[in-house]
């Protein structure tokens, strides 16, 4: 074997590597570098200056996207198609880094009051999200693997970064050990794909199960754990159980890292195993994907209704938004296939500016209550009427009222189950749509509890939003109001030509 | 060929990992557990890689010693948070680690 693999490496040549389409990637390695080393050399009233580099970074990121798109020219395939960059991934490669640079926003006064370890927060931030951004590519078991790990081993210790806090030590704790079962299940799944396709490109893979016709019980087998891991990630019911503790014992900018960016790297992954290694296995993912979307939509809105902290809430609402972003997988192998992609990434640009908002807004507010309660939000409306009108936009845009992103994303979801014309999709369709109004229940209590209710200690006093907050709050609601208003911006980066003809859509 | 043998020996790997995380109370169990399964993974790889000579072996092989490097991070990761939890409360139980609940 060993004499083999010698022989094969002999004749290597070195692949030609494409600089421009690699360097995102490559400024986030260096700017991880960067904020350690600076990090050990700048006295301790100075550490604020290592969230400054880490916006940078992340900002500086999304110029070579930014070229990418315009030259826009054919799809980037790198060694040997296992890395690929494409409209879809470059589109979720924006996402998740301003979704990075608004988690930074949100985290400096918070990190730097509490006196936890800035440098070391922000350099596994930025680890966190190059592993996203590694995921949107990832064309190959292997890296994709490798980047699941990245975007979670990070975030593993960013949950328990309140070192003394027993609540956040048992949310890192928790989050680990499923995360680490989960991914444990993910390669088990993925070594027997390997065994039945004799490579890890997702692409072989997909030809390889396709050529049988008739599914063997190895692949049956290896795909229902690869959906269930990151079921796991995308915290989809029965695999949820992590979700609600974690999110509320974390710190609540990590939290918000959490819901959006960890959440949406699963989504991702899921669209890359599904649409690209084994989009003619329907049979066995289409009942799979009905099932988790079902019961995510609906545990989650049920669970949410009862919560009395403004975190937890947040989490099942977040739980249930998730079982609205599987709904178009449910149809994903139909001939609403490509509508349900686009659906899925217009689905997650919105819920990640509506939910980062709506973090940006409970973060501020806390500063002054400094409780989770949601019965502390009353009074809101007296001494922060900017803060009301912002939430309300946030909430509503969840709930899924025109004419915010949330409405849109939520109609495009409808019309992708209703197009493909299939049982299971005229039922996720009606079982969606009672979600929907049940999640009325619980956003308009929150907003009767700001509008209507007195504060519960009549202190009226203003809120201070400190400037990176608003900041974070300006990029998400005009994001929120922009995607809802011209819907066709998104619809324009969900044409997704380059994924559809490299075969995604098992055509 | 052996390949049947060493895909059983993987699954009843797998089964033990699986069986050890639900049913250990023990966080240090539970993440052995979870090693055991990424033997089984680690095998099944190599038992695979072994059996195609050639075409995609090489995959399976390079695919192995990821899953080894990355374990070995996970775990240390791991162990770090179990020692956090042991110092703040003394205990390692997973039944303790109940604080939030609803």
């Given amino acids: 074997m060993l004499s083999w693999l010698l022989g094969a490496a002999s004749g290597f040549a070195r692949p030609k590597i494409d600089y421009h389409a690699l360097a995102p990637e490559i400024i986030l390695s260096v700017g991880i570098c960067v904020v350690l080393i600076v990090d050990l050399f700048i006295s301790e009233s100075k550490k604020w200056l290592t969230a400054t580099i880490a916006g940078v970074v992340l900002i500086a990121s999304v110029i070579p996207i930014v070229t990418l798109a315009v030259i826009g020219d054919n799809t980037r395939s790198l060694f040997d198609g296992r890395y690929v960059v494409d409209e879809f991934s470059l589109i979720m490669k924006a996402m998740f880094l301003i979704i990075g640079y608004v988690v930074v926003l949100l985290s400096t006064n918070e990190i730097e009051e509490g006196g936890y370890y800035q440098g070391e927060y922000y350099v596994l931030l930025l680890s966190g999200v190059l592993g996203m951004v590694m995921m949107t590519s990832a064309r190959d078991l292997v890296s994709v693997f490798v980047a699941?790990?990245?975007?979670?081993?990070?975030?593993?210790?960013?949950?328990?970064?309140?070192?003394?806090?027993?609540k956040s030590n048992e949310a890192g704790v928790k989050y680990f050990l499923l995360g680490a079962f989960a991914s444990a299940l993910m390669l088990y799944g993925m070594s027997l794909l390997y065994g039945v396709a004799h490579s890890t490109k997702l692409s072989d893979i997909?030809?390889?199960?396709?050529?049988?016709?008739?599914?063997?019980?190895?692949?049956?087998?290896?795909?229902?754990?690869?959906?269930?891991?990151?079921?796991?990630?995308?915290?989809?019911?029965?695999?949820?159980?992590?979700a609600p503790d974690t999110y509320q014992g974390a710190p609540t900018p990590v939290t918000a890292f959490l819901s959006v960016g960890s959440k949406a790297g699963g989504f991702v992954a899921l669209v890359s195993m599904v649409y690209l290694a084994f989009?003619?296995?329907?049979?066995?993912?289409?009942?799979?994907?009905?099932?988790?979307?079902?019961?995510t939509m609906t545990v989650g809105n049920v669970m949410a209704l009862k919560q009395t902290n403004i975190v937890r809430m947040l989490a099942y609402s977040s739980i249930s938004q998730g079982g609205f972003i599987l709904m178009p997988f449910v149809v994903a192998g139909t001939k609403a296939s490509e509508t349900s992609l686009k659906t899925i990434v217009a689905y997650l640009l919105v819920y990640a500016t509506t939910n980062l908002g709506a973090f940006a807004v409970v973060i501020a507010v806390t500063r002054k209550t400094r409780s989770g309660e949601i019965s502390a939000l009353g009074g809101m409306l007296t001494y922060a009427p900017g803060l009301t009108a912002l939430m309300t936009l946030f909430f509503a845009s969840l709930a899924g009222i025109p004419p915010f992103g949330g409405w849109f994303a939520k109609?495009?979801?409808?019309?992708?189950?209703?197009?493909?014309?299939?049982?299971?999709?005229?039922?996720?369709?009606?079982?969606?749509?009672?979600?929907?109004?049940?999640?009325?229940?619980?956003?308009?209590?929150?907003?009767?509890?700001?509008?209507?209710?007195?504060?519960?200690?009549?202190?009226?006093?203003?809120?201070?939003?400190?400037?990176?907050?608003?900041?974070?709050?300006?990029i998400t609601g005009a994001g929120t109001l922009l995607l809802g208003i011209l819907p066709h911006l998104v619809l324009r980066f969900g044409d997704l030509n380059d994924l559809v003809h490299t075969g995604a859509l098992g055509k | 060929m052996l390949i049947n043998q060493f895909l059983l020996l993987g699954a009843v790997l797998f089964c033990i990992g699986v069986y050890g995380v639900i049913a250990r109370k023990n966080a240090v169990m539970v993440l052995m557990s979870i090693e055991l399964i990424l033997n089984?993974?680690?095998?099944?790889?190599?038992?695979?890689?072994?059996?195609?000579?050639?075409?995609?072996s090489a995959d399976g092989h390079v695919f192995a010693l990821y899953v080894l490097?990355?374990?070995?991070?996970?775990?240390?990761?791991?162990?770090?948070?179990?020692?956090l939890i042991y110092r703040n409360k003394r205990s390692i139980s997973l039944d303790e680690l109940s604080e939030m609940k609803g």
């Fill in chain 1, 148 to 166: 699941f790990e990245f975007l979670s081993i990070p975030t593993y210790m960013l949950a328990a970064w309140r070192k003394r806090d027993t």
């Fill in chain 1, 206 to 242: 997909g030809a390889a199960i396709t050529v049988k016709g008739k599914l063997s019980g190895v692949e049956a087998l290896a795909i229902v754990f690869i959906v269930a891991a990151f079921g796991f990630k995308v915290s989809a019911v029965p695999f949820h159980s992590w």
């Fill in chain 1, 279 to 295: 989009p003619l296995a329907k049979d066995i993912w289409q009942p799979l994907m009905f099932v988790l979307a079902t019961l």
């Fill in chain 1, 411 to 474: 109609v495009s979801a409808f019309r992708a189950v209703l197009e493909a014309g299939t049982g299971y999709g005229y039922a996720i369709a009606v079982i969606g749509a009672v979600n929907t109004v049940i999640a009325f229940g619980y956003y308009g209590n929150i907003m009767r509890e700001m509008w209507m209710k007195p504060a519960p200690d009549g202190d009226n006093s203003r809120v201070e939003v400190p400037p990176s907050i608003i900041a974070a709050l300006g």
């Fill in chain 2, 40 to 56: 089984a993974v680690n095998l099944n790889l190599l038992a695979f890689a072994m059996n195609m000579n050639g075409e995609g």
């Fill in chain 2, 69 to 83: 490097a990355i374990a070995a991070a996970e775990v240390g990761v791991g162990l770090g948070l179990v020692l």
